[in-house]
């Protein structure tokens, strides 16, 4: 017999990758300049050139085994040596290497810390829009994802509904800022309500509650935005880091988890991190772009250009009439879709060549997402089709 549950997500994408299949088989009808697909958060800006210099040198002048060969499980020592050097000197937040585990992105990082934390039965909340696979990894570490509902217009925590969402059986909490799909940045005020409130629960069930911060963007922010590191709010804090979008480097999946120093038995919580990982068969993260990594330490993508996508689209959208959500950071537009059904929209924007994702498994109904890390041109030459769009939802 087959796992039903391992059978029904293999037969059954993520919207945003069928939407990504979909695209390619209509580009290839049709040629790939005629089809606007903004379904996926795949950088077009090129990495730093730091990477490829790294990657030169490293094979031309390093052995095959460092290279090639297996690391430690938790990742080359130099590597995490490197990583929490860096973090120390941006965030004063005390970790060693001995606090980071070198992971395949920031999925396997999320799925470790996870399967890590939870005991079956388990919950752990997420705040709404959230990226549609954390229900995925929740329910395959044997826990139940219990969403928050935001704001309304900003998008920041709703602490009042946040607060009753927490049980006594409540062990996580995922924080994604900059956000994935909506582009927000959480507010430092909004940060710090949050933290009390999980101090408080904590108190009054006598547990520890995880927050886990998921930061694949947080080098991606505009306008001079600071993004708060949250160990420095709250104790109990697990950070899950990707390169894969600050240097665009997604193919490459290279990420790492870093557990606070001062979370309750923080050693505990990182033997538990190298035990799922483990479990999980996530030992030694690719050996080529850990050592990759620790010689380009510093470096990032140019996020000007994302900006001036980001103003080309939401400028555009804003002035025909569209409801969007002003991002400062990542590369995503929220944006309300035209009528209450965001899959009605979404087909009826298929048929104008445009690809964007319906938001619902997003924990947020009558909104799509447009990922805009595309090339600039291929958002001049969708605008035309944007805007008879909504000029058919007028009449």
């Known amino acids: ?56 040198d490293l094979v031309n002048n390093e052995s095959s085994v460092l290279l090639h060969g297996y690391t430690s499980a938790q990742g080359d020592l130099g590597v995490r040596q490197a990583i929490a050097k860096e973090i120390n000197e941006k965030f004063g937040a005390g970790v060693n290497e001995n606090s980071i585990y070198m992971t395949c992105g920031a999925a396997a990082s999320l799925t470790i810390s996870l399967r890590a934390l939870l005991n079956e039965g388990d919950e752990c909340v997420a705040f709404a829009p959230f990226f549609t696979e954390y229900r995925v990894f929740v329910e395959n570490a044997g826990g139940k994802l219990v ?22 059986k409540t062990r ?19 940060i710090k309500a949050v933290c009390k409130v999980l101090e408080k629960k904590q108190r009054e069930y006598g547990n520890p509650i995880y927050l886990i911060a998921d930061e694949p963007y947080r080098e991606l922010v505009f306008d001079d935005i600071k993004v708060p590191y949250l160990m420095n709010y709250y104790d109990n804090t697990i950070v899950c880091y990707s390169y894969s979008k600050a240097l665009s480097l997604p193919g490459e999946r290279i990420g790492y988890i870093a557990v606070s120093p001062r ?11 190298c035990g799922a990982g483990r479990s999980l068969g996530y030992v030694c993260a690719p050996s080529l772009f ?19 996508n980001r103003d080309i689209l939401y400028n555009a959208l804003t002035e025909y009439g569209y409801e969007c959500v002003q991002p400062d950071g990542a590369f995503y537009l929220f ?30 109904s009558g909104y799509v997402r447009i990922a805009y890390c595309v090339d600039k041109q291929r958002i001049v030459n969708a605008l035309p089709a944007f805007k008879s769009l909504a000029e058919e939802y007028k009449k």
């Not at 979370?263 to 991190?273: F, H, I, N, R």
């Not at 620790?294 to 001036?308: H, L, S």
């Open 1 to 56: 017999m087959l796992n039903e549950k391992m059978y029904a997500l293999g037969n059954k994408r993520s919207i945003i990758r069928e939407i990504f299949e979909y695209c390619k088989s209509r580009a290839g009808e049709i040629g790939p300049d005629k089809v606007f697909d903004f379904s996926i958060g795949n950088p077009s800006v090129e990495p730093p050139k730091e990477i490829s210099e790294a990657i030169i």
């Open 147 to 168: 969403v928050s509902t935001p704001m309304e217009k900003t998008f920041q925590v709703d602490v009042r509904d946040l607060e009753s969402k927490i049980s006594e």
């Open 172 to 190: 996580a909490i995922i924080m994604n800022s900059p956000n994935n799909p909506s582009g927000v940045v959480y507010s430092e005020e909004t």
């Open 263 to 273: 979370a309750q038995d923080s050693q505990k919580v990182y033997l538990a991190v």
């Open 290 to 308: 850990q050592q990759v990594i620790k010689r380009t330490i510093g470096a990032k993508v140019d996020v000007n250009i994302y900006k001036e």
């Open 335 to 364: 944006v309300r879709a035209l009528e209450d059904d965001a899959y009605k929209f979404f087909e009826k924007a298929k048929q104008k060549e445009i690809l964007v994702v319906p938001c619902d498994d997003f924990g947020v």
